[in-house]
């Protein structure tokens, strides 16, 4: 009984050194840091592992995350250069780079840059109109990215990206906007509408167009054909006569054959309507002596 009150005071101090060493161990998670004052000046900037911090000497000032932050902040009311007053609310993504800047930096750190995006927002609103800050969305991020980046490196901070997240002109503004979108629509649907009825009406007289030059070629086509086939006929026609009297000078006719053909040919005109002949005298000697062996030979028979 008495070893254990004498040890009592020894295993006293054993828990207080081992509670004091426990209370004193921080272990510095992922995207983390910690900035340690010593003396209540700064001493270190704890990163990610584990560290040991001198009781009552040391003291952690602050625990800053380096993971990407955003800032929404609320309508700021700004003039543009036409003096239209309208509200304009961004949202602000920053990533703090170094933590003692951060923690010595400025006071206030989130507060100061929600005032300074205000300031930026009014001085870049003011040198546009109204249109030009409704569709410069993309300008008016990169210049207030581009001024507040530069203004926060002191304090360890980086501005990654600015986004105008919504634009609110005045309610007359509004009305009078869309009123102009609407007549605008209406403006393109007219157009589109009369530029249809302009390629209906060019189609239509192009295919009337062609349909009378198709039926005037066919018709073309055909008198060709028709000529053609009467040029062919007559073309046969004279080489029949051609060849016909080639034949009959080939076989040198005498002059009583060529008086019988004469005679024929006389007799086929007479076969027709006319109702004068008149026959050359060969002929007529020529027949007068086919009548004369006509009648000799009726005689024999008789």
């Keep these: 009984m008495s070893f254990i009150l004498s040890s009592l005071p020894v295993l006293l101090i054993v ?12 272990i510095v998670p992922q995207a983390h840091a910690y900035v340690i004052e010593r003396l209540g000046a700064y001493n270190e900037t704890w990163n990610v592992g584990l560290h040991f911090k001198i009781p009552v000497i040391d003291k952690i000032s602050r625990k800053v995350s ?23 609310d961004t949202v602000i993504y920053y990533q703090i780079t170094d933590p003692k800047l951060f923690t010595y930096g400025v006071e206030m750190p989130l507060s100061a840059i929600e005032n300074l995006t205000a300031t930026t927002l009014r001085n870049i ?20 990215r581009i001024v507040l980046d530069e203004a926060t490196d002191p304090w360890g901070i980086k ?17 009078a906007m869309e009123k102009q979108m609407r007549a605008e629509r209406e403006r393109r649907e007219a157009i589109i509408r009369a530029e249809g009825e302009k ?34 006929a007559i073309r046969l026609v004279q ?8 034949m009959l000078n080939e076989s040198d006719p005498t002059q009583k054959i060529l008086a019988l053909k004469s005679l024929d040919a006389f007799v086929k005109a007479a076969d027709g309507k006319a109702t004068k002949i008149i026959i050359p005298s060969e002929i007529q000697g020529l027949a007068g002596l086919a009548t004369g062996i006509s009648e000799v030979l009726k005689n024999q028979q008789e």
């Design 66 to 88: 380096l993971k990407e932050h955003v800032l929404d902040f609320p309508p700021q009311p700004v003039i543009t250069r036409d003096n239209v007053t309208m509200e304009i």
């Design 159 to 175: 501005i990654n990206r600015v986004e105008v997240k919504n634009i609110l002109p005045p309610r007359d503004i509004q009305v």
């Design 239 to 246: 080489q029949a006569t051609a060849d016909g009297i080639r």
């Design 125 to 144: 609103i003011g040198d546009l109109e109204l249109d030009s800050t409704l569709t410069g969305r993309e300008i008016i991020n990169t210049k207030i």
């Design 199 to 232: 390629r209906s009406a060019i189609l239509v007289a192009e295919g009337q167009k062609e349909a009378v030059i198709l039926e005037a070629e066919g018709q073309k086509q055909s008198a060709i054909r028709q000529a053609e086939g009467q040029s062919e």
């Design 15 to 26: 828990v207080l050194v081992v509670s004091l060493i426990a209370t004193n161990i921080r």
